[in-house]
């Protein structure tokens, strides 16, 4: 059955099989992330940021809670790549077969810039932050008591906005291959770009300039990439709209 052909009601069968489908695989994947979490989070408190600190369990509850977190957050890294083919698969049929293959590459590029945003609060961020707390604390002659929940709940809040954060060139590419922005308006947009990225940079760090500032350059960075790539999508569009518009005279003229 063609595109043209498919009713409303073929439209939403083929969606609700699509996210059955990835309900069914984020509840496999999650399970089977209950066997990965207990050697991931051992990676993670012997690791250099935190092997000098001493987790506690201030709750009876705290470690089964953390182990549903990480299997949680493994379902959904491991789901993601088969969720974002499904969308893919579910819009494509209306898009231009050149088309298709570009948009078919940001797949693999929104997990790659996920990656790197993980990586970068991981690797930069955090080494950071617990070395100023720990100085804070000690300045003041306090003693750090730290929860293993607080810990790595601490961690997931820190990590996994960066990643979703790092989205924003994919973002930015798919609104202007619909036409929704331009590069023209994201060039005048950049000063309120600017501000609300500060904002977010103050939301997801820890309450200190110098924290604020090392999230932000990332930020403004993704930013200016981001209008260039704009640029390059929009290009793209117009000679294809071009395209089209030359077909369609040959077509009348035939």
């Keep these: 059955m063609s595109e043209k052909e498919m009713s409303v009601y073929d439209h939403i069968g083929e969606l609700r099989k699509r996210v059955i489908l990835v309900a069914v695989v984020f509840l496999v994947t999650t399970v089977a992330g209950l066997f990965f979490a207990e050697p991931i989070i051992r990676y993670l408190q012997q690791a250099d940021r935190a092997k000098d600190l001493t987790m506690n369990a201030f709750r009876l509850t705290d470690p ?26 579910f ?32 690797f930069v961020l955090l080494p950071y932050v617990l070395n100023f707390s720990a100085s804070l604390a000690e300045n003041l002659n306090v003693t750090q008591v730290i929860g293993i929940n607080e810990y790595f709940d601490f961690l997931i809040k ?6 979703l954060l790092f989205q924003l060139p994919v973002i930015i590419m798919f609104l202007t291959r619909l036409g929704i922005v331009t590069p023209t308006f994201l060039s005048k947009f950049r000063r309120y770009a600017y501000f609300i990225l500060l904002v977010l940079a103050g939301i997801i760090s820890p309450p200190d300039v110098i924290s604020q500032i090392i999230v932000m350059i990332p930020l403004v960075i993704l930013y200016e990439i981001s209008i260039i790539i704009s640029r390059s999508a929009h290009k793209k569009v117009l000679e294809a709209r071009q395209l089209e518009e030359m077909q369609e005279e040959q077509e009348k003229a035939l």
Excluded at 66 to 72: L, M, W
Excluded at 96 to 120: D, M
Excluded at 158 to 163: C, D, K, S
């Design 91 to 122: 819009i494509s049929p209306g898009l231009y077969e050149r088309e298709r293959k570009v948009t078919l590459g940001y797949i693999p590029l929104s997990l790659f810039l996920f990656l790197a945003g993980v990586a970068f609060s991981y």
């Design 64 to 89: 089964i809670k953390i182990y549903f977190q990480f299997s949680f957050v493994i379902g959904c890294v491991l789901t993601a790549p088969l969720a974002l083919y499904q969308l893919w698969a």
């Design 158 to 163: 820190l990590t996994l906005p960066f990643g």
